[in-house]
């Protein structure tokens, strides 16, 4: 099955620094890769996503680059602020929502 | 719009006990998950279901059960709990597309404790 690794586990930023989060597939059948931010005590609630057809993805101070080859997609968050503090999950996935495999989060802190 | 509700929101069993964690969507998708969050693994998908009365096992299915009746409801059943099932429970919702990938909307957690 499909395994999804994360890096890194936890990372500090200073506010307007930018931040990167990187993940790694096993699967080369997986075309969907969202990611997820998780709030204390909330639900994961999607941010972006890119499917296997496309590069590279942006919406407003993040983005998400994908390197089918290589078999590793990354999320970038630019101009950090304070309410980016949370955790944040990728995940890949043959076809639709289904069937998601997550990678182990990463907790990050932006600090004033 | 309540999208995804999970209740109970917190729980407390004693070992061998039963409950049943209940999920709804109102947003009519198909496709319905049961995941679990434990400390540095992420989630992992326990059960999941493509359609009313259909349903399968995910990456850790042993200790639960599920039943899809309705499409709306997709309920998670701890036959006889145990303490390595103390864990956040999250249901997901997301419309089946064969194709592309689609969003998926999760509730807000049910954190239960066995003790």
């Known amino acids: 099955g499909e395994n999804v690794e994360q890096h890194p586990s936890t990372l500090s930023v200073q506010e307007g620094d930018s931040a990167v989060i990187k993940c790694t597939y096993s699967?080369?059948?997986?075309?969907?890769f969202p990611w997820y931010k998780q709030e204390l005590g909330k639900g994961p609630q999607l941010i972006i996503d890119?499917?296997?057809?496309?590069g590279e993805k942006k919406d407003q101070r993040i983005a998400v680059t994908l390197n089918k080859t290589a078999k590793h997609f990354s999320l970038h968050i630019t101009e950090t602020q304070p309410e980016d503090s949370a955790v944040y999950f990728c995940?890949?996935?043959?076809?639709?929502?289904?069937?998601?495999?997550f990678g182990e989060g990463t907790q990050l802190t932006v600090n004033p | 719009n309540a999208g995804v509700t999970q209740t109970p929101k917190f729980q407390v069993l004693k070992t061998g006990q039963s409950m049943t964690l209940q999920c709804a969507q109102d947003?009519?998708?198909?496709?319905m998950s049961w995941y679990r969050q434990d400390p540095g693994m992420g989630l992992r998908l326990i059960h999941y279901?493509?359609?009313?009365?259909?349903?399968d096992q995910g990456e850790v299915p042993n200790g639960y059960n599920v039943s899809r009746s309705t499409t709306e409801d997709f309920p998670l059943r701890l036959l006889s709990a145990a303490p390595s099932q103390t864990s956040v429970y999250f249901c997901?919702?997301?419309?089946?597309?064969?194709?592309?990938?689609?969003?998926?909307?999760f509730g807000q957690g049910t954190r239960l404790t066995v003790v």
């Open positions: 995940a890949a996935s043959k076809t639709s929502g289904s069937r998601l495999t």
């Open positions: 997901a919702s997301s419309a089946f597309n064969p194709i592309l990938g689609t969003e998926a909307f």
């Open positions: 947003m009519n998708h198909e496709y």
């Open positions: 699967d080369s059948a997986s075309n969907y």
């Open positions: 279901s493509v359609g009313a009365g259909i349903t």
């Open positions: 890119i499917r296997s057809n496309v």
